[in-house]
């Protein structure tokens, strides 16, 4: 390791670079464009799958054209699958913290015949090279990304790995 990682690692903010078996889950909150994309690099992440049901963002660089646009200027491949998205009532369940109704509306969201063909298309491209699912909670135990990340380990082996801008984190959160 050389330059940046020795540095980054005394910090205590080293993240090593994927194994092929991970697949990584990050949130955008309260992070700026620019760390956000060295955090993906860091990580070795080479395209981001993004879940989110209406990529829109007030955050400057993280609407669907914006965010695909500067992932490739940084050399990271960009993919939108909707169907794994959560839906409205969803969204509003987690603003209100009703998290019962919340984990309830995503799980039969992702019990979707389009959600388990996204679910096989998320799949098909994390095996294809380092990738990591992209939402807005910075917390991925109030995220719907945990749980697209834990069905895609379950049927097919990954191990997940939760990004948070200025560092990982090494274990998964109980989601309930």
């Known amino acids: 390791m050389t330059g940046l990682g020795v540095r980054l690692r005394r910090a205590g903010v080293y993240t090593p670079p994927m194994d092929t078996d991970e697949l ?27 879940v989110r049901d209406l990529p ?11 965010l695909a646009a500067g992932l490739d200027a940084a050399g990271i491949g960009y993919h939108h699958l909707r169907a794994l998205g959560t839906p ?33 298309e998320a799949a098909e491209l994390a095996s294809a090279k380092p990738s990591c699912l992209l939402c807005y909670e910075a917390a991925v135990c109030q995220c719907h990304r945990l749980r697209v990340g834990e069905r895609l380990s379950a049927s097919h082996g990954f191990r997940l790995r939760h990004l948070l801008v200025h560092g990982a984190v090494g274990h998964t959160p109980p989601s309930r």
């Open 56 to 66: 829109l963002s007030r955050r400057a660089g993280f609407s669907k054209r914006q």
């Open 88 to 120: 409205a009532a969803g969204r509003e369940a987690n603003r209100r913290r009703r998290w019962d109704e919340f984990w309830r509306i995503v799980d039969d969201r992702l019990a979707t015949p389009e959600a388990a063909f996204a679910l096989a």
């Open 24 to 50: 990584a889950t990050i949130g955008y909150e309260k992070c700026g464009f620019d760390d956000f994309v060295r955090c993906l690099r860091e990580a070795g992440v080479r395209q981001v799958i993004d």
